[in-house]
């Protein structure tokens, strides 16, 4: 969904015009033409809504008033007044000269003192009374929010305007409107409401937000486009330490580490709504980290912020965002409480950060009101439900929508309604529509049927050569509660078809009862993972990767047949019970599956046969999930998982060959470490009781491709261990740019570090060893094998290089003591 809709917002704008009476847009220079960052800027006679200069020195102001003057100030010296010559100024120079102001707006740009500053006397108050502002003050909570998601295509000009891609679809250039925050001229293309109730437990720290009502421009269903924006806008406390922004943590102007973080400026004091109030001034004290620049208002006896405003710094180590500026409002309950009233955040989206650079804005607006508290709810109010289906919540009408917002649309946002449905009777947009949204989900929809995954298309390996695949699933819409898939695929080497289909069958909404099954005949790299699960249909992309290191010949036949029923009763908690049969039988002469079947070791068998059921346990906790189908999409959002596996192998059920016990493990915690970034830690644990062949064993993963590979050795080569009992443990840990920021050479390239470490220990028993007959000799890490790695990420913002090392085992045969891979995606 984030990538669809990404793709699509980059295409389409429309807008009607709106506008202020006093607009200023420039740049604050010295005499020597130098650009002065973080200058104060304000209209003449207006008590609040200034600006901050950017690093490079410009600013844009905008006020539905009318004003004849700015003023420049900095702190402790003379204000700097300069007359507007028009209402409406664009491409403003204040030229500041030596002798009036210069000397202070280096000092007003520089490190500020941490000793005898009135500012910091100030946040040191605030951090003692946090606890006890708003919300925070109240056993229970309860109030009515209001939503309103809008994205605009900026920057436009009439070059664009007159590029073919948009030929038939000019009308949506009809007017062209001015942003109130950066001055750029927007058309707006897409808009989402919602209403809902939120409700929260200060004692047991737990919320619920239940939807009411929710409206869209027609861009996709709604709930999908309201997963999509939480994970894109997340929730946040300006009284938190870190705000978290698009997976990355930036550091709160009001943090107890705010202070080696910002500078802080002590500039006025005004009443504000009958409160005596101070106004700070805040701005990074470096360069490249992710932090914030603005200022707020708090008040003088309860500390509590009254309005703050602050926009990331452009230097920040984060993608595809050029701006992100935010604004927060709090309303006085009484002489006491101050508790939130108005949210709004805009970030603008591009390529690039370059000024002229066209982008998007996103914008959301958030209005709370009817705020109730100490009214306490049961416990089981709090559990959520593991299916969410009310689907009046998207169907309400135009005059429910008339009502019951908080404010009412302007013209702009009105005009999305109907262009939206003007737009869609377009032939040039309905292909471009479809184009993206083959590139964002890999299937190609003919009617209810989706072709795909396209970008599965062609493989190869050593045993099929050069492999081609097609296949499909059925789609009726997001939210089908039955799906129907498969595909055939044909390897020019061995000249064989393979082939596998699997259906699924949601029975209960509610509980999310799933019947699943299928069948699959394929080659297959069996020692690609630890931890297995019941996917009739996955395969690991080492089976047939295009680019590999050394050859695989060490692939097996596979054929897999699979029953299976789960259950969801707790929100993210799920319950599988399965039955498989299936026969290994290598695919390569030069591999053998081999295994003794007699007492004397005379006899061998060469295909293993086995049926087996398993009951599989998963815990997700806080993880997000769109639709409410069979099948649901996940938001791209850290949470932990916990898989736990029983299997048990029944000898002589349907001619199985072996009967044993299987226990596996596996548990992934992911913990953001504030300004140092993110951590990835994951354990696997696992068991075989009985004899079993190599077929059955568990196979250490290796990874002989020049891609990274989740959970996978980056030096260790297929088959390179086998156990029958492991535990492994692996660590990674993103710096998100916090360590090359400090280098001056490599600041502006925004790189990002990562180091790693992974480790695994394991044996095999004797009696598994014994009947090994297959010519490969086993061998365990019984003295655990380590290898660590360091890698450099956001390369041209898309690439990752790792480097591996061994830390041991490294006087093996055709060993890999050092790797090189590389992956690419799409980070912010």
């Known amino acids: 969904m984030k990538k669809i809709f990404t793709l699509i917002i980059f295409l389409f704008a429309f807008a009607n015009s709106i506008s202020a009476q006093t607009k200023v847009s420039g740049i604050v220079l010295d005499n020597s033409n130098e650009p002065v960052p973080y200058a104060n800027i304000v209209f003449k006679g207006a008590k609040t809504g200034g600006v901050v200069s950017n690093e490079d020195g410009r600013f844009y102001i905008e006020s539905p008033e009318n004003y004849t003057a700015i003023i420049v100030s900095f702190v402790g010296f003379p204000d700097k007044e300069v007359p507007l010559p028009k209402l409406v100024n664009y491409d403003f120079k204040v030229i500041l000269k030596e002798g009036n102001t210069l000397k202070e707006i280096k000092i007003f740009a520089g490190k500020t003192s941490k000793k005898n500053n009135p500012a910091l006397d100030i946040l040191r108050k605030i951090w003692e009374r946090r606890r006890k502002n708003g919300l925070k003050m109240f056993k229970q909570y309860q109030f009515e929010k209001y939503e309103k998601v809008e994205f605009d295509m900026n920057t436009i000009d009439s070059a664009f305007m007159s590029k073919k891609i948009f030929k038939g679809m000019e009308f949506v250039f009809k007017n062209i409107d001015t942003s109130s925050v950066t001055g750029k001229t927007y058309l707006p293309i897409f808009i989402n409401e919602s209403i809902s109730d939120f409700y929260g437990d200060n004692e047991t720290k737990k919320t619920k937000e239940v939807l009411k009502a929710n409206k869209n421009s027609g861009l996709g269903n709604g709930d999908g486009v309201n997963m999509f924006i939480k994970d894109l806008y997340n929730d946040f406390d300006i009284y938190d330490n870190y705000l978290n922004f698009f997976d990355k943590s930036f550091v709160s102007p009001l943090s107890r580490t705010g202070i080696d973080v910002y500078n802080y400026v002590l500039t006025d004091t005004a009443f504000i709504d009958n409160k005596w109030c101070y106004n700070i001034v805040f701005y990074p004290r470096r360069k490249n980290e992710l932090t914030f620049k603005g200022d707020f208002w708090v008040n003088d006896s309860t500390f509590a912020i009254k309005t703050i405003n602050m926009a990331v710094t452009k230097s920040a180590n984060i993608n595809w965002v050029k701006d992100i500026y935010i604004e927060q409002e709090f309303e006085v309950l009484n002489d006491s409480v101050f508790l939130p009233t108005r949210d709004y955040m805009m970030s603008d989206f591009a390529l690039r950060k370059k000024e002229e650079s066209k982008g998007?804005?996103?914008?959301?607006?958030?209005?709370?009101?009817?705020?109730?508290?100490?009214?306490?709810?049961?416990?089981?109010?709090?559990?959520?439900?593991?299916?969410?289906?009310?689907?009046?919540?998207?169907?309400?009408?135009?005059?429910?929508?008339?009502?019951?917002?908080?404010?009412?649309?302007?013209?702009?946002?009105?005009?999305?309604?109907?262009?939206?449905?003007?737009?869609?009777?377009?032939?040039?947009?309905?292909?471009?529509?479809?184009?993206?949204?083959?590139?964002?989900?890999?299937?190609?929809?003919?009617?209810?049927?989706?072709?795909?995954?396209?970008?599965?298309?062609?493989?190869?390996?050593?045993?099929?050569?050069?492999?081609i695949r097609a296949g499909g699933r059925t789609y009726f819409g997001p939210n089908d509660t039955w799906r129907l898939q498969g595909y055939t695929a044909y390897g020019f080497?061995?000249?064989?078809?393979?082939?596998?289909?699997?259906?699924?069958?949601?029975?209960?909404?509610?509980?999310?009862?799933?019947?699943?099954?299928?069948?699959?005949?394929?080659?297959?790299?069996?020692?690609?993972?630890?931890?297995?699960?019941?996917?009739?249909?996955?395969?690991?992309?080492?089976?047939?990767?295009?680019?590999?290191?050394?050859?695989?010949?060490?692939?097996?036949?596979?054929?897999?047949?699979?029953?299976?029923?789960?259950?969801?009763?707790?929100?993210?908690?799920?319950?599988?019970?399965?039955?498989?049969?299936?026969?290994?039988?290598?695919?390569?002469?030069?591999?053998?599956?081999?295994?003794?079947?007699?007492?004397?070791?005379?006899?061998?068998?060469?295909?293993?046969?086995?049926?087996?059921?398993?009951?599989?346990?998963?815990?997700?906790?806080?993880?997000?999930?769109?639709?409410?189908?069979?099948?649901?999409?996940?938001?791209?959002?850290?949470?932990?998982?916990?898989?736990?596996?029983?299997?048990?192998?029944?000898?002589?059920?349907?001619?199985?060959?072996?009967?044993?016990?299987?226990?596996?493990?596996?548990?992934?915690?992911?913990?953001?470490?504030?300004?140092?970034?993110?951590?990835?830690?994951?354990?696997?644990?696992?068991?075989?009781?009985?004899?079993?062949?190599?077929?059955?064993?568990?196979?250490?993963?290796?990874?002989?491709?020049?891609?990274?590979?989740?959970?996978?050795?980056?030096?260790?080569?297929?088959?390179?261990?086998?156990?029958?009992?492991?535990?492994?443990?692996?660590?990674?840990?993103?710096?998100?740019?916090?360590?090359?920021?400090?280098?001056?050479?490599?600041?502006?390239?925004?790189?990002?570090?990562?180091?790693?470490?992974?480790?695994?220990?394991?044996?095999?028993?004797?009696?598994?060893?014994?009947?090994?007959?297959?010519?490969?000799?086993?061998?365990?890490?019984?003295?655990?094998?380590?290898?660590?790695?360091?890698?450099?990420?956001?390369?041209?913002?898309?690439?990752?290089?790792?480097?591996?090392?061994?830390?041991?085992?490294?006087?093996?045969?055709?060993?890999?003591?050092?790797?090189?891979?590389?992956?690419?995606?799409?980070?912010?």
């Open 493 to 828: 080497e061995d000249n064989k078809f393979k082939y596998g289909a699997s259906g699924k069958w949601m029975v209960d909404k509610k509980n999310r009862i799933i019947l699943s099954g299928g069948n699959r005949r394929d080659v297959e790299q069996i020692g690609a993972s630890l931890t297995t699960t019941n996917d009739v249909l996955g395969r690991s992309y080492a089976s047939s990767g295009l680019f590999t290191t050394g050859a695989n010949g060490k692939l097996t036949n596979i054929n897999l047949s699979t029953l299976a029923a789960e259950i969801e009763p707790v929100k993210n908690l799920t319950f599988q019970l399965g039955f498989s049969y299936r026969t290994l039988e290598s695919a390569s002469d030069t591999f053998s599956l081999n295994y003794f079947t007699d007492d004397t070791f005379t006899t061998t068998a060469s295909e293993v046969k086995q049926s087996e059921i398993n009951l599989q346990v998963e815990f997700t906790p806080k993880r997000k999930t769109i639709g409410y189908g069979v099948e649901r999409r996940e938001v791209d959002s850290p949470y932990s998982r916990f898989f736990i596996n029983y299997s048990q192998g029944f000898k002589g059920l349907i001619d199985s060959d072996f009967d044993y016990q299987k226990i596996q493990l596996y548990y992934k915690q992911p913990i953001i470490i504030g300004a140092l970034g993110r951590s990835n830690f994951t354990m696997e644990l696992g068991k075989t009781f009985g004899q079993i062949p190599l077929g059955l064993m568990s196979v250490v993963p290796g990874n002989q491709t020049y891609f990274i590979i989740e959970n996978t050795f980056s030096n260790l080569n297929f088959y390179e261990f086998v156990t029958d009992e492991y535990a492994t443990f692996q660590w990674e840990h993103n710096f998100n740019g916090k360590i090359f920021a400090r280098i001056p050479a490599l600041r502006k390239l925004n790189l990002r570090e990562i180091i790693g470490i992974r480790g695994v220990y394991g044996t095999f028993s004797d009696e598994n060893q014994a009947i090994n007959a297959s010519g490969l000799i086993y061998k365990a890490p019984e003295k655990p094998y380590w290898e660590y790695s360091a890698g450099i990420g956001n390369i041209f913002k898309v690439f990752r290089l790792d480097f591996a090392w061994r830390a041991n085992y490294r006087d093996l045969p055709d060993t890999n003591n050092f790797t090189i891979k590389g992956s690419f995606g799409f980070y912010f």
């Open 360 to 467: 998007v804005y996103g914008k959301r607006t958030t209005l709370y009101r009817n705020f109730k508290f100490d009214e306490k709810k049961p416990e089981k109010f709090y559990k959520q439900e593991v299916n969410f289906i009310d689907n009046e919540v998207y169907s309400k009408t135009d005059e429910f929508w008339e009502q019951n917002r908080f404010e009412r649309l302007n013209k702009d946002e009105v005009g999305i309604y109907k262009m939206i449905d003007t737009l869609k009777t377009v032939k040039r947009f309905k292909q471009m529509y479809n184009l993206v949204s083959i590139l964002g989900s890999g299937y190609i929809q003919w009617g209810n049927f989706d072709y795909g995954p396209i970008f599965s298309t062609l493989g190869f390996n050593e045993v099929e050569g050069w492999r």
